[in-house]
């Protein structure tokens, strides 16, 4: 039997062997994954020493998205939901078990091209990252008292997806740079006694994201299977000050770092 490949409405050789595809104009996609999620804020306090925020956090995730090729062009939307329990260190003490909820959205577009024996997909987009962390009520082992904070962050994917086939099994490697160009941090430090609620807006930050998945291609479905990899590194935010700020001194949102390492599985139609 001939491998075929089902993205596409086009005839290519792949390791030498001519493919011949039927027309597919849509595309759809649904899975799930699960992840380490490991995050470092760094600031500097009034003693010139370097503090670091340290949470690591567990997720499960559901995701899922939508392709419509027209010609050698597609559209995509994907989407991903992560919900998981945190646990967080620093100078304030350590909390456990704080619940965590992530959420993507993304639009792409791009071009599907016949290249190294394979299909190279290049695309650029827009992406939205939303962020709840759920600290209110809880206490740090020494007593400081957590609250909410919420972030919304805006960026520009810039990627590659490279497909291939060997034998019966279909290969997806894609590689990923995001350019983040706007976020808004609110800190609901209005729930803790004396203090007011701070917004702070980022305006720069860099993220990497890469994949490798593999899987095999039916007549009317597919799956895959395989590991990634998220990084994002933003920039400290503008300083603001409140009512409760002692003169000449102000509030940030410091310099961070977060690296998401984990594997997902899809089902493709």
Same mark, same amino acid.
């Given at each position: 039997?001939?491998?075929?490949?089902?993205?596409?409405?086009?005839?290519?050789?792949?390791?030498?062997?001519?493919?011949?595809?039927?027309?597919?104009?849509? $595309?759809?996609?649904?899975?799930?994954? @699960?992840?380490?999620?490991?995050?470092?804020?760094?600031?500097?306090?009034?003693?010139?020493?370097?503090?670091?925020?340290?949470?690591?956090?567990?997720?499960?995730?559901?995701?899922?998205?939508?392709?419509?090729?027209? @010609?050698?062009?597609?559209?995509?939307?994907?989407?991903?939901? $992560?919900?998981?329990?945190?646990?967080?260190?620093?100078?304030?003490?350590?909390?456990?078990?704080?619940?965590?909820?992530?959420?993507?959205?993304?639009?792409?577009?791009?071009?599907?091209?016949?290249?190294?024996?394979?299909?190279?997909?290049?695309?650029? @987009?827009?992406?939205?990252?939303?962020?709840?962390?759920?600290?209110?009520?809880?206490?740090?082992?020494?007593?400081?008292?957590?609250?909410?904070?919420?972030?919304?962050?805006?960026?520009?994917?810039?990627?590659?997806?490279?497909?291939?086939?060997?034998?019966?099994?279909?290969?997806?490697?894609?590689?990923?740079?995001?350019?983040?160009?706007?976020?808004?941090?609110? $800190?609901?430090?209005?729930?803790?006694?004396?203090?007011?609620?701070?917004?702070?807006?980022?305006?720069?930050?860099?993220?990497?994201?890469?994949?490798?998945?593999?899987?095999?291609?039916?007549?009317?479905?597919?799956?895959?299977?395989?590991?990634?990899?998220?990084?994002?590194?933003?920039?400290?935010?503008?300083?603001?000050?409140?009512?409760?700020?002692?003169?000449?001194?102000?509030?940030?949102?410091?310099?961070?770092?977060?690296?998401?390492?984990?594997?997902?599985?899809?089902?493709?139609?």
């Amino acid at each position: 039997m001939k491998p075929t490949v089902r993205l596409l409405s086009l005839v290519c050789v792949i390791g030498g062997v001519t493919v011949s595809e039927a027309r597919a104009d849509n $595309s759809y996609s649904v899975g799930v994954e @699960g992840f380490r999620d490991a995050y470092k804020e760094y600031c500097v306090d009034g003693a010139g020493v370097d503090p670091k925020v340290d949470i690591h956090t567990d997720y499960g995730s559901v995701t899922a998205s939508y392709q419509h090729t027209a @010609g050698s062009y597609f559209t995509a939307i994907d989407g991903r939901y $992560s919900q998981g329990d945190a646990d967080y260190k620093s100078l304030s003490g350590t909390i456990n078990n704080i619940s965590d909820k992530e959420g993507e959205a993304r639009l792409r577009f791009g071009a599907n091209m016949v290249a190294w024996h394979g299909i190279v997909m290049p695309y650029i @987009g827009v992406g939205a990252r939303l962020f709840f962390d759920q600290g209110k009520g809880m206490f740090s082992s020494i007593g400081a008292e957590a609250y909410d904070r919420h972030i919304t962050q805006l960026y520009a994917p810039l990627g590659v997806t490279y497909q291939f086939n060997w034998g019966s099994w279909v290969f997806r490697p894609n590689a990923e740079v995001d350019a983040l160009f706007w976020g808004k941090v609110e $800190s609901h430090l209005g729930e803790v006694r004396g203090n007011y609620n701070v917004e702070n807006t980022q305006h720069g930050g860099v993220g990497l994201r890469g994949e490798f998945m593999a899987g095999q291609q039916y007549k009317y479905f597919g799956w895959e299977i395989g590991p990634f990899v998220r990084y994002w590194h933003v920039d400290a935010s503008d300083i603001v000050s409140t009512p409760a700020t002692p003169p000449g001194t102000g509030l940030e949102e410091p310099k961070n770092a977060r690296l998401q390492v984990g594997g997902a599985l899809r089902v493709n139609f």
